[in-house]
Every structure is written in C-alpha cells, then in structure tokens.
C-alpha cells in the first residue's frame, strides 16, 4: 500500500500520469461520472476512492462550470466518441485548431475522448477538459445566441476578450488583426459578414 499525504496545495499538481501507471482506470476514482446526469454532480474523486491508497487526503471542490446542462452518462451511453472528433478533425470539419488533440483520439477508453492526454497529465488543467470544437462536431447548430443556451447559462461569459464595447464597430477593420477562422467555434464556418449586417 502506498501511503502519500495529499494537501489542497498539492492538489493542482495531483498527476493522473502516476495514478494511470498504476492501471487505475478513470472509474475507479471518478465513482460517479458514468451515472452523472447534471452538471451539479460532483464527479471528482470521493475520500473513500483515495483511502486504499492515501493515509490522508484533502479533496478541492469543483470549479464552477459554464454549462447549464451536461450528462456524462448520455455521451457514455453512446460509446467512445474518439473516433468521430477524430474523424471531424480529418476532414478538416472540426471548428478549432486542433493543436495535438489528434493523437490522444486513438484511445479505446470513452473518457478519453474528452478527457485527452490524461497519461500524460501531471498537474490538473483545462487542457484535460474538452473543447467548445469537440462538442460542436455533433451539436452542429450554430444560431449565436441561441444555440448557445442549449448548453450553457445565459449569463455564462463566453464572449472572448476582444469583444469589447466597441468591437461591432471595429471588428471589420484589417487592422483589427482578426483571424476569420477563429471566429468558427462561435459562428459556424458559414457564417457571412452579411448574416449580421
């Protein structure tokens, strides 16, 4: 038995890298996730799932999530969805630069669809959270706002930071250094500048 002292302090560097070599799988310390149906659920780790292992341990609470809605046992339900973001980010149809996320989609484990490069985490990030692009490769209705308030709260800050005040007026200049594929993960990659003017 291994015998660690885990403090809230250290939590942000708790590695899923050294958890995974021990052939833990993602259930075994994520009791819940797979019958979660709301995003209120707490599906972080339970004290009893560290306690095998752990002498002492100090979970964090989870961060607050922009989602309204989310029900990790529907997309369980539906098998490993790695295949298909996959299959999008081939086609060139995923709404994101995929960075390296490609790599970590040859994966059997339906978590890791979503939750990728986990045997390599060391540290908790956002980068093992999933992507707006992921989740738009099947929910492809794109109608800002309003396809938007399927999933997440009215109020939920999802404008980026160059959406000041002014940036109706300004976006259009060429020395606003805008990328128009950028603007995909919101709009679609059909919107025309026309749809709003």
């Known amino acids: 038995m291994i015998l660690l002292l885990v403090s809230a302090v250290a939590w942000a560097g708790f590695s899923h890298q ?8 993602c259930a075994h310390c994520h009791l819940t996730a797979a019958s979660s149906t709301r995003v209120e659920d707490n599906n972080l780790p339970l004290k009893q799932a560290c306690a095998g292992c752990h002498q002492e341990v100090t979970l964090k609470v989870p961060a607050t999530s922009m989602l309204s809605r989310f029900s990790h046992r529907k997309h369980l339900e539906m098998g490993n969805l790695a295949p298909v973001i996959a299959a999008a980010i ?18 059997a484990n339906p978590c890791a669809a979503c939750h990728r490069g986990m045997e390599e985490s060391t540290a908790v990030s956002k980068s093992a959270l999933p992507q707006m692009a992921d989740c738009l490769v099947c929910h492809a209705q794109i109608d800002p706002p309003f396809s938007c308030e399927f999933c997440h709260a009215r109020d939920a800050p999802l404008k980026p930071a160059s959406h000041t005040a002014g940036f109706l007026d300004t976006h259009h200049r060429k020395d606003a250094g805008l990328d128009r594929s950028t603007c995909a993960v919101c709009h679609g990659r059909k919107f025309i500048c026309q749809g709003c003017h």
């Open 90 to 107: 081939d086609r060139k149809t995923y709404l994101s630069d995929p960075g390296d996320i490609r790599r970590h989609l040859n994966n």
């Open 18 to 25: 050294a958890h995974l070599k021990l052939k833990l799988t």
